[in-house]
């Protein structure tokens, strides 16, 4: 079973604008939320992190939102620019270190 | 400060044959994972090691096997590869801190099986 949905799998976006990136899970037990950006023929790195205690987090262009009622949370990329193309993946897990289960991913493209 | 090194970074096999991917971390942490990667299925557990000595099944652990050498690597072995293992193959290792469990990936091995 997907535990982990993520929408849309791919997105165009004007340089400049907002990117959106939407992911839903179904296990309450989850209480941590990274996203980790993945470019052409390199491995994912972790982007931002979040964890349920807090409904939003910022780290320069990058917001995640969340919200717990709705076992959802979003990644936003604030002026979105070229270099920001790259194939997103949001994930949960719970306490520990046990493995985090992954959406499908989604496809960005930041277009001039 | 080289993190997660996976070798070979590509490989071509013929159906049957049999190949050992390795992985090794230079992080010191306790946790390490296998994950194949295919267009459009995301990130898919096969195999992780959440210590040394000890190893779990994840979500596609059917024709594979594992080994947790010791602290530093974590091989993943195809013992009679087919077609449907074509994939790209990534290590991660973490070490979960705060509650955060952060992992680091290898840059993949891509593997086609003729």
């Known amino acids: 079973q997907q535990q982990v949905k993520q929408s849309p799998q791919s997105l165009i976006v004007q340089k400049g604008g907002i990117s959106i990136i939407n992911c839903a899970y179904e296990?309450?037990?989850?209480?941590?939320f990274p996203w980790y950006q993945q470019f052409p023929g390199k491995g994912p790195a972790l982007l931002i992190a979040?964890?349920?205690?807090?409904s939003e987090k910022k780290e320069g262009r990058f917001t995640i939102s969340f919200n717990k009622s709705a076992k959802q949370f979003s990644l936003h990329i604030m002026d979105s620019q070229p270099g920001d193309s790259a194939t997103y993946f949001c994930?949960?897990?719970?306490?520990?270190?046990?493995?985090?289960?992954f959406g499908k991913g989604t496809r960005l493209s930041v277009i001039a | 400060n080289a993190g997660v090194t996976q070798t070979p970074k590509f490989q071509v096999l013929k159906t049957g044959q049999s190949m050992t991917l390795q992985c090794a971390q230079d992080?010191?942490?306790?946790?390490m994972y296998w994950y194949r990667q295919d267009p459009g299925m995301g990130l898919r557990l096969i195999y992780y090691?959440?210590?040394?000595?000890?190893?779990d099944k994840g979500e596609v652990p059917n024709g594979y096997n594992v080994s947790r050498l010791n602290k530093r690597e974590f091989s993943l072995r195809l013992e009679s590869a087919a077609p449907s293992q074509t994939s790209v193959y990534f290590c991660?290792?973490?070490?979960?801190?705060?509650?955060?469990?952060?992992?680091?990936f290898g840059a993949g091995t891509r593997l086609s099986v003729l």
């Open positions: 994930a949960a897990s719970s306490t520990g270190n046990t493995p985090l289960v």
């Open positions: 991660a290792s973490s070490e979960a801190t705060a509650g955060l469990n952060i992992q680091y």
């Open positions: 992080m010191n942490h306790n946790s």
């Open positions: 979040i964890r349920p205690d807090v």
């Open positions: 296990n309450t037990a989850f209480d941590y």
């Open positions: 090691s959440a210590s040394e000595g000890t190893t």
